[in-house]
């Protein structure tokens, strides 16, 4: 592993900010003093051109005003214009509650946004001042935001909050921190699930102009509450995101990154959509364990400083437990899709857990939990034999909602059933360790119990991880007990597992495979969950 120490002593101390950034955040020290004066300058224009009013037009631009956000758009369609607004003016004091920053801090913050359909328009007429580089997708200063309209709602409004996540990281710290904690933390708290539909329209209404005057109502729900921080479930509640389809591709082609090339990432990260979707994965991962959270959140108090420093300090205060933080970016890469739930994959593991007696391990293994460890970490030379027994519901995939399956992912990666499954149309399953050939989640049995051995030190080489060692915990041999009756007790079938031979120190896990929205909707009591046993084997 290449130390972020020893990064940090090869650069200087000194922070030198990119001279462009695309959908970026760019301080104070980065924009010279005739910046400023424009960009405040076309503030003050455009301040002066809006009316008290909710909402104002001036030729054709359309101007929405909330009470933290004044949106400016040559894209007259009001529905959007109130939608961004308004989730806008929601998602502040969100951020501020993650930060731990009093409301009162950005009580008299305003920020001014454009959003463009026409960006060389915004450049003629100096609303885009020419000091601003060319950009793709969003730029942010201090006071002002400037976002490219995107194809669908969503995309656009996750922009628009990625940009107001630099621009109040500006106000209240100064600066954003290298890329990887910038970009990371406002795709973090950019990230949000589109609200139900109202009645049988779907934001696709809104992606044919020859529909926008037909859509004089708010296009979702008001009942249910705006959340940032959010996974989607589903594709529907997240259109042309795309994060999960850069997950899915490097996992597919085994080139995951480990956790410290992100964190080494170049301070312009070009608009590379990948680039973003690491770095929002890492502040995620940083953020939703509770012995990493305080550290990640204060650093936001660090934000002028850009250079390796920034990350050396977060390496330092996190160090002793780099080998768990390892091991939990390995399990979530591993599993990052649509439907992964924290409350279901925050993973127990400590370097501080027992070493192995060599005594029999008995545990139990829940189908509404992932990975879950065993409790010990295990010497290298360990051998292990393991068996396991017990039930789990296996929700049948063909009778899920349409919500459920849409959750489940592309559909070649979705549950399937095989033929001879037809006739079991609308029940449930009833699943032994070794899972069931009736359905499958991405290519694996459902049901079926699965093992991994994860050594505490190294994960990859270089800059990719090495592949997480998942297999199957048990085969289909089996230990039938025989019951005082004389017969065979098919309540208590043992399935036998292969011998585990650990050739370094590590931990073990296991779980039962299940597509991440089946795990979020069980309990411990309906789905049930199985007994496994360990044995040390003589070497």
Not at 248 to 265: D, F, H, K, Y
């Amino acid at each position: 592993m290449k130390s972020l120490l020893m990064v940090y002593n090869r650069q200087t101390s000194v922070s030198r900010a990119p001279e462009s950034l695309s959908s970026s955040c760019a301080g104070p020290a980065t924009r010279p003093l005739g910046a400023w004066i424009i960009t405040v300058a076309v503030w003050l224009l455009v301040s002066l051109a809006v009316a008290p009013s909710a909402e104002s037009a001036d030729g054709n631009r359309r101007t929405v005003q909330g009470r933290y956000l004044t949106l400016t758009s040559d894209f007259a369609e009001p529905v959007w214009l109130q939608d961004l607004v308004d989730r806008f003016d929601e998602a502040v004091p969100q951020w501020l509650a993650f930060w731990d920053v009093p409301q009162e801090r950005a009580a008299r913050w305003r920020l001014q946004g454009f959003l463009m359909a026409d960006e060389a328009a915004f450049r003629s007429d100096g609303t885009l001042p020419a000091n601003v580089p060319t950009f793709r997708f969003g730029y942010a200063s201090a006071d002002t935001i400037w976002v490219q309209r995107q194809s669908t709602l969503y995309y656009t409004r996750h922009l628009v909050l990625h940009e107001g996540v630099h621009a109040l990281g500006l106000n209240l710290f100064g600066g954003c921190g290298p890329s990887w904690y910038m970009e990371g933390t406002a795709e973090l708290l950019a990230t949000h699930r589109d609200r139900p539909a109202v009645g049988s329209r779907q934001e696709s209404d809104l992606e044919s102009p020859g529909n926008l005057g037909l859509l004089a109502q708010p296009l979702f729900s008001s009942d249910v509450p705006f959340r940032i921080n959010q996974i989607p479930r589903t594709r529907d509640e997240a259109p042309v995101w795309g994060r999960f389809r850069v997950v899915e591709e490097a996992r597919r082609n085994g080139n995951l990154p480990t956790l410290e090339s992100v964190l080494q990432l170049p301070q312009n990260l070009n608009a590379d959509v990948p680039s973003y979707t690491w770095a929002w994965a890492a502040a995620m991962l940083l953020s939703e364990y509770p012995d990493t959270r305080p550290v990640f959140v204060q650093a936001a108090r660090d934000g002028q400083e850009t250079s390796a420093a920034f990350t050396a300090d977060v390496y330092r205060k996190l160090r002793s437990n780099w080998p768990v933080i390892q091991a939990r970016w390995r399990l979530m890469l591993h599993d990052l899709e649509y439907g992964f739930d924290w409350n279901n994959h925050r993973v127990t593991l400590s370097t501080k857990d027992p070493r192995y007696d060599r005594r029999p391990i008995r545990l139990e293994v829940s189908a509404d939990r992932s990975w879950q460890s065993a409790g010990y970490w295990f010497p290298a030379g360990t051998v292990l034999k393991l068996s396991a027994n017990g039930d789990c519901r296996v929700n049948d995939p063909e009778t899920a909602s349409a919500t459920q399956r849409r959750s489940m992912g592309p559909a070649d990666d979705r549950p399937r059933r095989n033929s001879e499954a037809a006739s079991q149309e609308g029940r449930d399953w009833i699943a032994k360790p070794p899972g069931i050939t009736a359905a499958f989640h991405h290519g694996v049995p459902l049901g079926q119990l699965q093992v991994v051995v994860l050594p505490i030190r190294g994960t990859g080489s270089g800059d990719q991880l090495a592949p997480l060692p998942v297999r199957p915990a048990v085969g289909l041999d089996a230990r039938r007990v025989v019951a005082e009756s004389g017969g065979v007790d098919e309540t208590a079938v043992t399935f036998l597992g292969p011998v585990l031979k650990l050739e370094q120190p590590s931990w073990l896990l296991l779980r039962i495979a299940l597509p991440p929205h089946t795990r979020s909707e069980a309990s411990a009591a309906a789905a049930k969950s199985y007994t496994v046993s360990l044995q040390s084997v003589p070497r």
